[in-house]
């Protein structure tokens, strides 16, 4: 079996046969950002099944995708598509596409979600910055043997979410008369949805927005050393004593809704970014 680094190397080598670019700035297309593809300057497209070692989707039409260009007057390397624990994925094959933007160059990534809000000052459609996490899915994308070449065996976690770029993003909010929460993302693996209880448990354990991804992929940038910035949608109100049956049509259109709000946000960040 190839090592991970060996891997990593294989995916960037072919990346880098087709494009020369150094990008600084790497994107996770989450729900709440698919349509900021749409804006990216794109030189290049890479389907994920070209690239070897990346996780492939079994989803026919989200086999997801590499675009490689410009977004902001910077250079970018956005992925489009994600995979999920919940899906059966390794968390290990869940951060993969991270460890190969690293490699590629990026020093800051940014990521987004769609998550259900906990704190009862937070409603749907809001958007919320992270500013740091809670890891509840049980696992950890670090686990096995550590290359000391891509991280260390414990990385520090004081700080995963960049203090500097959530000032950054809340200044860009101002800017553009967004209105922007800030808080606390719990991730869980799903796939279903929480209990009241554990929507009780999750809120006084101090979590703002729960979720099913972000987590794996900012560990493994944090001990790869990537700057990291993170936003969530609010796409449902998660209060244990008035809670609905979550309505999946409902949380897709509302993080769809919310999809341009973020988008601009976003690329204003970009725009202030150095
Ligand atoms: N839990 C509850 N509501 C949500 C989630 C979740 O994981 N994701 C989006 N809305």
Redesign the pocket.
């Known amino acids: 079996m190839t090592s991970l680094r060996d891997q990593v190397e294989a995916a960037v080598s072919v990346i880098r046969s087709h494009w020369k670019q150094e990008p600084g700035y790497a994107i996770v297309l989450g729900t709440g950002l698919g349509t900021l593809a749409d804006r990216i300057e794109a030189d290049l497209k890479l389907s994920y099944a070209d690239l070897p070692h990346f996780p492939q989707s079994t989803v026919e039409g989200h086999a997801g995708e590499l675009i490689l260009g410009r977004l902001a007057g910077k250079q970018v390397v956005a992925l489009s598509g994600r995979f999920h624990r919940y899906e059966g994925y390794t968390l290990q094959q869940v951060t993969f596409p991270v460890r190969v933007v690293r490699a590629l160059g990026a020093h800051t990534l940014i990521v987004s979600n769609?998550?259900?809000g906990m704190n009862p000052h937070f409603r749907a459609g809001d958007l919320m910055v992270i500013t740091d996490h809670i890891n509840l899915m049980g696992d950890n994308p670090l686990i096995g043997p550590n290359d000391d070449t891509l991280g260390p065996r414990f990385p520090d976690m004081c700080e995963p979410y960049s203090r500097a770029l959530v000032e950054l993003a809340e200044s860009a909010a101002l800017e553009l008369g967004l209105p922007l929460r800030r808080g606390v993302y719990v991730a869980?693996t799903?796939p279903c949805?929480?209990t009241r209880a554990e929507y009780r448990f999750l809120r006084m354990i101090g979590a703002d927005a729960?979720?099913?991804s972000t987590v794996p992929e900012v560990i493994v940038a944090v001990h790869a050393g990537l700057r990291v910035l993170g936003f969530s949608v609010i796409?449902?109100e998660?209060f244990p004593d008035a809670l609905q049956p979550?309505d999946i049509a409902k949380?897709i259109a509302t993080a769809n809704a919310a999809e341009p709000k973020l988008a601009a946000l976003v690329t204003r960040c970009l725009e202030k970014m150095d």
Request: glycine share 20%.
């Open positions: 769609a998550a259900g869980l799903g949805l929480e729960v979720g099913m796409t449902d998660c979550a949380i």
